[in-house]
């Protein structure tokens, strides 16, 4: 994967969250959310590896009990 196919739009990056941009504009403005950065002075964009990071993090524990 090239390093263009790595950085998302925040279009692109809501996407493949799951999410509406709408939400991913409020986390930036709350500064939550996934890792981000400026491409410019109003260019934000996102790298895949920091979405996957930020998805990594949140993934719960399995429940005690639950099927292996």
């Known amino acids: 994967m090239n390093e263009q196919e790595n950085t998302l739009t925040p279009v ?20 939550k959310g996934p890792r981000h950065f ?9 790298r895949r590896s920091d979405l996957d990071l930020w998805i990594e993090e949140r ?10």
Do not use: H, N
Request: charged share 25%; net charge positive; aromatic share 8%.
């Open 38 to 46: 400026k491409a410019g002075e109003k260019l934000i964009r996102y």
């Open 59 to 68: 993934l719960s524990a399995p429940a005690a009990g639950g099927a292996q």
């Open 12 to 31: 692109k990056a809501a996407k493949y969250l799951g999410i509406s941009e709408a939400v991913l504009r409020l986390w930036r403005s709350e500064g």
